[in-house]
C-alpha cells in the first residue's frame, strides 16, 4: 500500500460569518499536487464553526477523497480560552443537502462563527456531541499550534481535577487524535492525553492551517513554524483516518515520501463450482480469518503451492486448487509455516530446529571452520592410509626377515652366478622417483581443473590456463611412462624368477644363501623406507590442532550459535587407536606409538571387533567423522537454554527468529500460530515483531485470534466463508468492507465473538478506573 498526502485543516474564509464563495479551487489542487509528489491525497476544509458549501461543491467536482470537514471552537472550562477541534463527518456522499444538515446545527451552536471575547456562550464538547448525534463523526483537538491547544483550556491553578471519570469517558470515547503544524512541541498535549489513558490510540496529523491556496502551505501567521507533511498507509477515507490514528505507524511525517517495495504476492484467483477465490494481497500484513471449514489454510497452502509449482502433497485437490491462479511479479517463492510444522518438529526426535529452512540461514554458519574441518578429515584420511600402510608392510616384512637365516649362516666360499636380471630391475629408491599411479594423476588433473577455474574467474590476476595445459601435458607424459615402464619391470621380474630357480637347482646351497642376502639386504631397504614413512605420517599428525569455536549473533533478543565438538588432535587420536586395541596392548602417551604397537595382532577382536588393518583404519576415521556434527543451540531473550522451555514459548521463540530474520525478503506465510502459543505472547512479543517487520516484507498470517489483526493493525484482510459448501474468499483493508459489511465488524464478529461480547468485556474490566498520572 502506497502513503497518501493528507491535509485536513485548511480554511478558504478568513471571516467564517462572510464565507469565500470564490475559493480557488484550482489553485490549491496544483499547490497539492506538487507537495504530495503526484500521489494519492485526502483533503479537508475546515473553515471556523461552519463549512463552506460553495468551496466543497467545488472541491468535489475536480477531485476523489474529500473529509466533510470544519474547526470548532470548544469550551472547556469558564473563563478559560477555548480549544480548537476538528470535526470530520462519516457521510455517504458530500452533497448540497448533507452540508445543509450540518450547517443547521453548527448555527445554532455558534450563532456567531468569529469568536471573539466572551466565551461563556461557546459550546461544550457534551453539547457539540449531542447536537451531533445523528452524524458519525471524529473529533480532533489541536495539540501543537501557537494557540487554542486543548492544554492551554484547562486552568493551571491545579484546583480543577479536569481527568475526572465522567470527563475521561468523554474523551475516550470522542478524541480519536489530534493535529498540528509539525511533530514538535507536543509534550503538555500528550502528557494530559497520558492522565485521560488515551494517549496510545490518540495519534498526530499534521495540517498547513493554510488560508490562501496561493501560499500553500504557509499558514496565515509568519510564526505559525514550518509545515511537515503527514503520510497516512490507509485507503483515503473516513474509516482509513479512524483506524489509522490509533496506529502511530500508519502515519510517517517527512517531506518527501518514498513509495512502497513492490516485490509482493498480488493476487490470487480461482473460480468454479467448489470454489470461488478473488483476493487481492498488499505489502504489510494480511489476514486471514473465516469461520470453521471456510478455507482458511486451503488459500495459503494453495498459493504457496502454486509458486513453487508442487500440488503432489495437496490436501485440497477436490477444489481444482492447481488452476489457481497467482499474480506473483517477483518469482519469489515465499517461506511457509504450516499450521502444525513447528508443533511437530518439536514433538520430533528425528528434527532439529534447522529443518525450518529461513531458521537455518539465521543461524551463523562459519564456512571458514566447516572448510577446515573438512580438509582436516582429508588430511586425516591420507595420514591414517600412510600411517597403516606402513605398519601393514613392516609387519610383513618382520615376519619375512625372522625367515631368513642368520646373517653369518649366509656366507659362503663357492662361486655363484649372478642372475643378469638383477642390472634392469630399478630399485624401489628409484621407482619412488618417477611412478605416477592411475589415482595419483586424477587426483592432481582435479587440482590442475579447479585452481585453472578459479583463476579464470578471479578479476584481479591473470589468466594461467596456457600454463596449466602445459603442466598437464607433462602429467600425462609422466603417467604414460611411468605405466609403461611399471608393465617392463614386470616382464623383468617374471624372467628374473624364471633365472633364479635355473640358477638355484645349479647349486643349491650357494644360490639360497645368496638369495637369502639379496632378500635380506632388500627388505632392510624396504623397512627402512617404511619406518621413514611411518615416523612422517606420525609426525604429521602429531602437529593436528583443530578445533571450532562457536559464534553467535542475536536475533530479536535471543542468541543463536552453532556448536560443533569436533576436535583432532594427537590426543584425539591415541584415544581412538586404543578404542580398538586391546585393553591390555593400550598405548600410555601419543609418544609411545609405534609400528609393533599397532600391528593386526593388537587388535580388539571383541567389542568393538576389529577384523584387519583396513577396518582398523576405517573405524578410527570414523571416529572423527561422528564428532563433525553441528548442534543448533539458542539461548532466549531470557537467558534460557530452548530445549529447558515449554513447547509454547519454544513456538513463540522460533516465530520471534523467523520474523526477525532480515537479510531475506521473500513473503512469510503463518498458518494459526496462535494455536501454540501463550496468550500473553501473542498481545506483546508477537504482535510487536509482526509491527515491525511488516514494514519490509509481506506477511500472509491465517488467524482466529482478534488480536492480530486489529492490534497487528492489518494492511489487508482475507475473508474465507462457506456459503452453502461453497468456499468464497474476497479481501478488503482492514478499514474497508466486503458487502456493505465493514471489515472490523467480521473481525468482531468472526475472531472475538461479536460487539455485544466486546462491549461486556470492556464493561467488567471497568476501565473507567484506569487513570494515569504525570
Known amino acids: 500500500m502506497n502513503p497518501i498526502y493528507i491535509d485536513l485543516h485548511i480554511h478558504t474564509s478568513e471571516n467564517p460569518n462572510e464565507p469565500n464563495n470564490n475559493y480557488d479551487v484550482d489553485t490549491l489542487l496544483l499547490k497539492v499536487k506538487k507537495i504530495s509528489q503526484n500521489a494519492p491525497f485526502m483533503l479537508s476544509l475546515t473553515d471556523h464553526n461552519m463549512i463552506n458549501k460553495d468551496a466543497y461543491l467545488n472541491l468535489i467536482s475536480k477531485t476523489n477523497h474529500v473529509l466533510l470537514g470544519a474547526e470548532l471552537h470548544i469550551r472547556n472550562y469558564p ?113 494530559y492525553f497520558k492522565r485521560l489513558g488515551i494517549n496510545e490510540f490518540v495519534n498526530l496529523i499534521t495540517c498547513s492551517d493554510n488560508y490562501d491556496p496561493k501560499k500553500y502551505p504557509n499558514a496565515k501567521t509568519k510564526d505559525a513554524g514550518p509545515f511537515l507533511p503527514t503520510w497516512m498507509y490507509a485507503t483515503p477515507t473516513f474509516d482509513g483516518l479512524r483506524l489509522s490514528l490509533s496506529e502511530a505507524s500508519r502515519f510517517v511525517y517527512c517531506d518527501i515520501i518514498s513509495k512502497d517495495w513492490a516485490e509482493y504476492i498480488c493476487n490470487a484467483n480461482l473460480d468454479n463450482d467448489k470454489i470461488s477465490i478473488n483476493a487481492s494481497l498488499t505489502p504489510g500484513l494480511n489476514v486471514v480469518i473465516g469461520g470453521s471449514s471456510s478455507g482458511k489454510t486451503l488459500f495459503v497452502d494453495s498459493i504457496y503451492r502454486k509458486i513453487s509449482g508442487d500440488f503432489s502433497e495437496s490436501n485440497y485437490k477436490y477444489f481444482h486448487v492447481d488452476e489457481l491462479s497467482v499474480i506473483n511479479p517477483s518469482g519469489i517463492i515465499p517461506h511457509y509455516i504450516n499450521q502444525n510444522f513447528i508443533i511437530n518438529l518439536l514433538s520430533s526426535d528425528d528434527k532439529d530446529v534447522n529443518d525450518i529452512e529461513i531458521i537455518q540461514k539465521v543461524f551463523p554458519i562459519d564456512h571458514a571452520i566447516d572448510e577446515k574441518i573438512n580438509q582436516g578429515l582429508v588430511q586425516l584420511k591420507t595420514d591414517l592410509s600412510e600411517l597403516i600402510k606402513s605398519v601393514k608392510q613392516i609387519n610383513i616384512l618382520e615376519g619375512n626377515l625372522i625367515r631368513i637365516p642368520v646373517f653369518t649362516r649366509l656366507i659362503t666360499k663357492q662361486k655363484t652366478k649372478e642372475n643378469m636380471y638383477n642390472q634392469f630391475i630399478p630399485s624401489d629408491e628409484s621407482i619412488e622417483t618417477y611412478y605416477l599411479s592411475e589415482s595419483q594423476y586424477t587426483q592432481y588433473i582435479k587440482v590442475l581443473d579447479t585452481i585453472d577455474s578459479f583463476i579464470s574467474k578471479n578479476p584481479f590476476v591473470n589468466n594461467v590456463t596456457v600454463a596449466i595445459n602445459e603442466i598437464k601435458e607433462k602429467l600425462e607424459s609422466a603417467f604414460l611412462i611411468s605405466n609403461f615402464e611399471f608393465n617392463i619391470k614386470g616382464v623383468l621380474e617374471k624372467y628374473k624368477d624364471n633365472l633364479d630357480e635355473e640358477l638355484f637347482t645349479l647349486n643349491h646351497e650357494a644360490q639360497s644363501k645368496k638369495q637369502n642376502k639379496e632378500n635380506l639386504l632388500k627388505y632392510f631397504a624396504q623397512y627402512i623406507t617404511c619406518l621413514s614413512n611411518f615416523n612422517k605420517a606420525l609426525s604429521r599428525i602429531s602437529e593436528y590442532d583443530i578445533s571450532c569455536e562457536t559464534n553467535k549473533i542475536e536475533v530479536s533478543g535471543h542468541q543463536l550459535s552453532i556448536q560443533n565438538s569436533f576436535v583432532l588432535n594427537k590426543e584425539g587420536i591415541l584415544r581412538a587407536f586404543n578404542k580398538y586395541l586391546k585393553s591390555s596392548n593400550s598405548i600410555s602417551v601419543f ?184
Not at 98 to 125: M, Q
Not at 128 to 154: A, N
Not at 720 to 739: A, M, Q, T, V
Request: with cysteine; glycine share 4%.
Open 591 to 774: 609418544e609411545d606409538i609405534t609400528p609393533q604397537s599397532l600391528f593386526e595382532s593388537n587388535f580388539s577382536k571383541k567389542q568393538p571387533k576389529v577384523d584387519d588393518y583396513d577396518d582398523f583404519q576405517r573405524k578410527v576415521y570414523t571416529e572423527f567423522e561422528k564428532i563433525n556434527k553441528k548442534d543448533y543451540k539458542i539461548q532466549t531473550s531470557e537467558g534460557k537454554q530452548f530445549n529447558d522451555i515449554s513447547p509454547g514459548w519454544k513456538s513463540a521463540v522460533l516465530l520471534d527468529i523467523i520474523l526477525g530474520y532480515r537479510k531475506d525478503m521473500a513473503p512469510l506465510i503463518i498458518d494459526q500460530p496462535e494455536d501454540n502459543l501463550a496468550t500473553n505472547y501473542i498481545n506483546t512479543g508477537f504482535i510487536k515483531t509482526i509491527k515491525k517487520i511488516k514494514t519490509e516484507k509481506q506477511i500472509i498470517l491465517v488467524s482466529h485470534n482478534a488480536t492480530i489483526p486489529m492490534l497487528g493493525d492489518a494492511q489487508n484482510v482475507v475473508l474465507c466463508r462457506n456459503d452453502n459448501n461453497k468456499i468464497i474468499i474476497r479481501s478488503s483493508p482492514l478499514e474497508g468492507k466486503i458487502d456493505e459489511k465493514t471489515m472490523v465488524d467480521y473481525i468482531a464478529e468472526i475472531t472475538d465473538g461479536g460487539k455485544s461480547s466486546i462491549k461486556k468485556r470492556v464493561k467488567k474490566y471497568n476501565l473507567k478506573s484506569f487513570r494515569e498520572e504525570l
Open 79 to 191: 473563563n478559560e480560552s477555548p480549544y480548537h477541534c476538528h470535526i470530520f463527518f462519516n457521510v455517504n456522499s458530500i452533497d448540497e443537502e448533507v452540508i445543509s444538515n450540518v450547517n443547521k446545527i453548527l448555527d445554532i451552536l455558534y450563532p456567531e462563527k468569529l469568536i471573539t471575547g466572551d466565551t461563556s456562550k461557546i459550546p461544550t464538547i457534551e453539547e457539540v456531541v449531542k447536537s451531533l448525534d445523528s452524524f458519525d463523526f471524529i473529533l480532533l483537538p489541536h495539540g501543537g499550534q501557537s494557540h487554542k491547544t486543548f492544554d492551554k483550556s484547562i486552568p493551571r491553578n491545579g484546583e480543577v481535577k479536569f481527568d475526572s471519570t465522567l470527563e475521561r469517558s468523554i474523551y475516550y470515547n470522542q478524541f480519536d487524535g489530534f493535529t498540528a503544524r509539525s511533530n514538535i512541541g507536543l509534550e503538555e498535549t500528550q502528557k
